[in-house]
């Protein structure tokens, strides 16, 4: 079934033209990557077709009463709003059916009512809105429901919005990058939730294992055309070689063939008119296919980097913490020549503050950091580069000088040195805050590579780059002799970089594994794990009968969640209660210690009363 058909569309920024007579159809079940260099058009695209921005030409048609839902890069939220107020106010179909059912025991005497709207309830599982809702947060690390949005992180909000649109369940379902701001564990849950959920995707990603395992078809932008391959992103990368290598034959064919035009055309006499017009159209649409070349340049810098001596980069012991955090507990490590090692583990684990160690920028608590004499930084952080008022891309290069020096004393000029960068003559006179996000990211990678360092520490760099920038990167980086330190959530980025692994477990626990990624991930799935009894709505779900009591004394949903988080509050009062009477048995309270204990215990008793009172009212109405 076709759920979107996109006609003829085109879209150009004044002279600027990204695509024109783009035309393709999404259908139900096609889980599409779409792929292209950064700037090309991609968020463009993707815009249009959500409905956000609107084509120069061409029209987008949608299958009618098609539920729809986007995930942009920056999700606009209600930031008054608590998290669990967010996706209360979502739209979404199940907190519809929860609504009428909620207005439907307020009138028992309409039983047609009652009635419909519990098997509208039946059929969207709405019963158990609460643990679903509940278990894709955990999931997305976002716990506190209570917490204001205006006081969460931009990849805070990003996996909220995430949250929202996965409850709403929608027939197709748009996301721009949706793996940013996810970590590793994040990313491999929301690979097994599509897989299994029935959605449509059309989305927009640099993360390569993710495109291998959920899509199966990937469509890519370029020059601006549309190319289409129906398989997962190991069947796109070998066809489209062998597509590559079809077109530069095509290509070689129609230079032939233009040399021979070529020569037809100029013994023709000028005055001549009955020279063959069809024939002349054809000479300029072969001299264009004649003209056609790839644009694919690689970055190939050879740095004049300083020699690493024997003394390179020491931790002794180093400790560090945050109040009663503690990221470092006595680690220690020596780095050797040559060293490539990949940094993973959950957000708040402490890697950043560890790079931020290495680089001087914070003091560790205990132990000791040694960094050697000959050993220059390369610091590559999540800030990104500061963009100047009114600066050009080639004035940024030019601050380190109008020329590089490379190996054996030759010298790259800034215009030569950003071709390389995959920035062309007429993009580098474009203003800084013109480019695109992945744009802005490259220009940010050359200026701390073209500081020829020796020790490359890179934090999170393949966010918002895209694939084909992502291949020359990684090329460039097999290539560097220096020692490499190298945070990513990009599995694919790291099995082919990195010869071992720091994973930070937390509580200052720091593992040193020999490996890529992929090897780490056999190995976690191989040991033997302890079965846990969780205690949690999250991941026990109540049985629903509680919900489902055909009477009219039924709870209603919110009564349901008051129930909840009575028997959860009960049982944190009673513990409360329990610590406070056991300060009076230790009798080392005195004086006005003793008077303010008390009235601590007697406000605590009196909220234990005040709850147990509701509990048994709402008891009862279940009975």
Not at 458 to 464: G, Y
């Amino acid at each position: 079934m076709n759920y979107v058909s996109v006609e003829h569309i085109a879209k150009s920024f004044g002279e600027r033209i990204l695509f024109r007579g783009i035309s393709f159809g999404i259908n139900e079940g096609q889980k599409i990557g779409f792929v292209a260099k950064n700037g090309t058009g991609k968020t463009s695209l993707l815009n249009i077709i959500a409905g956000d921005e609107e084509p120069d030409e061409g029209q987008v048609v949608y299958r009618k009463n098609l539920k729809v839902a986007f995930l942009p890069q920056e999700p606009n939220l209600d930031v008054t709003l608590t998290i669990e107020q967010t996706i209360f106010a979502g739209d979404n179909e199940i907190l519809k059916a929860i609504n009428t059912y909620e207005k439907a025991l307020e009138n028992p005497d309409d039983t047609e009512a009652y009635q419909k709207a519990f098997e509208q309830m039946d059929a969207l599982n709405a019963w158990d809105f609460e643990t679903q809702y509940k278990q894709i947060l955990f999931k997305l690390k976002l716990e506190n429901l209570d917490q204001k949005v205006s006081q969460l992180s931009g990849g805070q909000k990003k996996r909220l919005a995430l949250a929202n649109i996965l409850l709403s369940k929608p027939e197709l379902l748009y996301l721009d990058e949706p793996t940013n701001h996810l970590d590793l564990e994040m990313i491999e849950w929301l690979e097994d939730y599509f897989a299994k959920e029935n959605f449509t995707l059309f989305m927009v990603t640099h993360d390569r294992y993710f495109l291998e395992n959920v899509c199966n078809e990937i469509v890519e932008l370029e020059n601006g055309k549309l190319y289409s391959y129906k398989g997962n992103y190991g069947y796109y990368l070998g066809n489209k070689e062998a597509r590559i290598a079809n077109e530069e034959i095509e290509t070689n064919k129609a230079k032939q063939l233009y040399k021979k035009e070529l020569d037809w055309m100029r013994r023709q006499p000028k005055a001549r008119t009955t020279k063959s017009k069809s024939r002349i159209d054809d000479f300029y649409e072969i001299k264009e296919r004649a003209h056609q070349r790839r644009n694919d340049h690689e970055i190939q810098l050879e740095i004049n980097m300083e020699r690493l001596g024997s003394k390179i980069l020491e931790l002794h012991k180093v400790s560090k913490g945050f109040d009663d955090l503690v990221l470092l507990d006595g680690f220690e490590y020596v780095f050797r020549k040559g060293e490539r090692v990949g940094v993973i583990g959950k957000n708040g684990t402490g890697k950043s503050t560890f790079l931020n160690m290495i680089t001087g920028g914070l003091s560790p608590d205990k132990g000791k950091i040694v960094v050697g004499d000959t050993v220059k930084f390369g610091y590559y952080t999540q800030r990104g580069i500061q963009i100047k008022e009114g600066q050009k891309v080639i004035e940024v290069i030019r601050e380190f000088g109008d020329y590089i020096p490379l190996k054996k004393g030759r010298q790259i000029s800034a215009q030569q040195l950003l071709e390389r960068f995959l920035f062309d003559r007429k993009k580098q006179y474009d203003f800084v805050e013109k480019l695109s996000g992945g744009e802005r990211k490259r220009l940010y990678l050359c200026t701390v590579l073209i500081q020829n360092p020796n020790f490359l520490i890179l934090d999170e760099p393949t966010n918002d780059l895209d694939i084909v920038t992502l291949n020359v990167l990684e090329n460039f980086l097999l290539d560097f002799p220096g020692c490499l330190i190298v945070v990513s959530h990009d599995r694919y980025f790291m099995d082919k970089i990195v010869d071992h692994l720091f994973v930070f477990r937390g509580n200052g626990s720091i593992e040193d594994f020999p490996g890529n990624y992929s090897d780490y991930r056999v190995y976690e799935n191989s040991r033997p794990t302890e079965k846990k009894k969780i205690i949690s709505e999250i991941e026990t779900p109540k049985a629903k009968n509680n919900w489902k009591k055909d009477n009219k004394t039924a709870l209603s949903y919110n009564e349901q969640k008051e129930y909840n988080k009575i028997e959860r509050d009960l049982k944190k009062l009673e513990l409360q209660k329990k610590e406070i009477e056991a300060l009076f048995v230790t009798g080392e309270l005195q004086g006005d210690e003793i008077n303010t204990t008390s009235q601590k215990l007697q406000t605590v008793i009196n909220e234990i009363e005040e709850k147990e009172m509701r509990w048994l009212e709402l008891s009862e109405k279940m009975e």
